[in-house]
């Protein structure tokens, strides 16, 4: 399995991106600091997430680095972990600074967070972090559904501005009442090949990207394309993401 994990703080003042990576003879936690590495492991099972804080909101850095002590704890074996639990305990962390420093009750984090478990994949997100796949010889598919005011059933075929249509309906913030994880995140699950791609990338990424990510690239191109891509970006975001090939 070779993986590429990076993070950059882009055109804003600070990163408020945390990146995750953990299998059982690898682990890197970024936590709000620009970063890039490939790494080389075994076929094992692995946990991996994007968590980008909420840009407007007070505290969007504090809740990414929440989501990522939550995950941080985690003494990683093997992909036989429960979507639910992990976020039932990242909701818990989040609720319990809240309840010691009001100031922060509204902020939060959007993520995706991926599990590998032999030749499945299970991932959860909430918000705008995105994942992709990629099947040997096919093009890339997006396997997330923004959570925004734009992809709600109510708004279908309206027409919004693009500012309100990416208004987010879910993410991860502390919350008064008891939360079920379906009410929290979304999941869902995928199979897995040898030779498979998956991408998961922060919003300030999938926005410079797509036509960077043709399927006949090898992928030490695509990271390569990937980067150039992120320093050319105009947007004003930080860019943060884990491209995995599973070998």
């Known amino acids: 399995m070779i993986s590429h994990i990076f993070s950059f703080q882009g055109n804003r003042k600070q990163n408020e991106d945390c990146v995750v990576f953990k299998s059982s003879t690898y682990s890197k936690i970024i936590r709000c600091s620009e970063f890039s590495e490939m790494v080389e492991t075994g076929g094992e099972d692995f946990l991996a997430a994007v968590i980008d804080g909420m840009g407007g909101h007070p505290g969007g850095d504090v809740a990414a ?56 994949l299970k991932y959860a997100w909430a918000g705008d972090c995105r994942l992709y796949h990629r099947q040997t010889n096919k ?59 998956i991408f998961l990338s922060s919003d300030g990424v999938w926005e410079c990207l797509p036509e960077y990510l043709p399927p006949e690239l090898p992928f030490e191109q695509i990271i390569e394309q990937t980067l150039r891509a992120i320093q050319l970006c105009a947007e004003p975001d930080n860019y943060s993401g884990i491209l995995v090939k599973i070998t």
């Open 65 to 120: 680095k929440a989501v990522a002590d939550a995950l941080d704890r985690l003494n990683f074996i093997n992909g036989n972990l429960d979507l639910d639990d992990l976020l039932q305990n990242i909701q818990n962390h989040l609720n319990t600074i809240a309840a010691t420093r009001p100031e922060l009750k509204f902020m939060g984090a959007t993520v995706i967070l991926v599990v590998k478990s032999e030749n499945t």
């Open 139 to 197: 093009k890339w598919q997006l396997l997330t559904r923004d959570h925004n005011v734009g992809n709600a059933p109510e708004n279908s075929g309206r027409n919004l501005e693009n500012r309100t249509a990416r208004q987010l309906t879910r993410a991860l913030m502390p919350r008064e009442q008891h939360s079920t994880a379906p009410e929290i995140a979304e999941y869902s699950t995928v199979g897995l090949a040898g030779s498979d791609m």
